[in-house]
């Protein structure tokens, strides 16, 4: 599964405020809940059950909170803007403001590590961090993950 076509417009969540980690993952939850069917608690547990194996604050002020979700059969993508910064507990200490959260059936883990690869591939060009953060709209970052994708090949 290529990223391309993971990011979708309506999986995208610009300007959201939360205290905390807990908070950040709860809002998002509730935003995608509906869409996928799901009771909000499932993807919270779930995405909290990893966060307690470690922080997926990658640094540089974002995030890949991830984990594998009974329900769902295909890998879905949302991004969620938290400007004001959320203590995620990152590897950097930098409060993330960007995160990008990969759902995954449980029957796909292949799939979900190619994902998270991408993802973590496209951050590591500091070029391609500064152009995401600096999208206006879900359009402008659609486009932005999606030429960042092109760059590295994915």
Known sequence: MKLQQLIHPERIFLGLSAPDAHSALSTIAEKI?????????????????????GS????HGFAIPHCKLHGITEIQLVIAT?????????????PVVFMFVVLSPPDQPAAHLQTLSQI?????????????LAAESAEDLVAVV????EVEGL
């Open 33 to 53: 809940s509906g869409d996928l069917g799901l009771p909000p608690e499932n993807i919270i547990q779930a995405l909290l059950e990893r966060e307690e194996l």
């Open 56 to 59: 997926t604050g990658v640094g």
């Open 82 to 94: 938290f400007p004001e910064g959320v203590d995620f507990h990152a590897v950097d200490g930098e």
């Open 120 to 132: 973590a591939r496209i951050l590591k060009r500091e070029e391609s961090r500064k152009a995401i």
């Open 146 to 149: 999606r030429h960042a994708a």
